[in-house]
Each structure stands twice: as C-alpha cells, then as structure tokens.
C-alpha cells in the first residue's frame, strides 16, 4: 500500500498557488488603472491645447482672438464633453490671448 505525501507540496497547490493568482490579478488591476489615469491626463491636455490652438487659429483668420468659448466652437469646430470637463474662458481684450483653464468634473 503507497502512502500519500500532501505534506508540502500539498501547501503549495493549497496556499501559494491561489495566492500567486490573486497577487497576479491585483497587479494587472493597478496597472490597467495606472493607464487610465495616465489617457485621462492625456484628453485633458489635449482639449487645453485644441482650444489654444483654435484660438491661434482665429488670431491669424481674423486678427482678434474669439470674444468667447461658444464663438470658438461654432466657427472652429472645437468639441468639448462638457459632462466631462468644465473649460473656463476669460478673454480680457482682442489683441492677448485668452486665459483658458480646463478642469476635469468628478463623477
């Protein structure tokens, strides 16, 4: 009659093995978290520099920068989620360029 051994590798396939995979998926979960933290950083640097660019864009077109954030959307296509983002838009006179200041809203 064979006698069984569990004894340690019994532990391993038990304890270890299971522990391994929980430990594999929590780092798969953060770094696909890291990513997108990393894209939502991202889309909001590049609505702030869409925006200053369509108001370059308009300088040059029109000789003044755009009077407000609703001029630059319909004349120059910019788009903005705005259940997303909140853009503040403060043009002080034609000839500087606006201050434009993009905040991302909280869920």
């Known amino acids: 009659m064979k ?11 038990g304890l270890l093995l299971p522990a391994a995979a929980v430990a594999a998926l929590l780092w798969f979960a953060t770094a696909v978290d890291g990513l997108n933290t990393g894209r939502a950083e991202e889309d909001l640097r590049q609505l702030e520099e869409t925006l200053r660019r369509g108001c370059v864009a308009c300088y040059a077109a029109e000789g003044a920068y755009p009077t407000s954030l609703d001029y630059l959307k319909e004349r120059y296509g910019v788009q903005i989620d705005e259940e997303r983002y909140t853009v503040y838009y403060s043009a002080f006179a034609e000839n500087l360029m606006p201050d434009i200041t993009v905040l991302e809203n909280t869920p």
Do not use: E, P, Q, S
Not at 3 to 13: A, Q, S, V
């Open 3 to 13: 006698k069984k051994k569990n004894g340690f590798w019994g532990l391993i396939r």
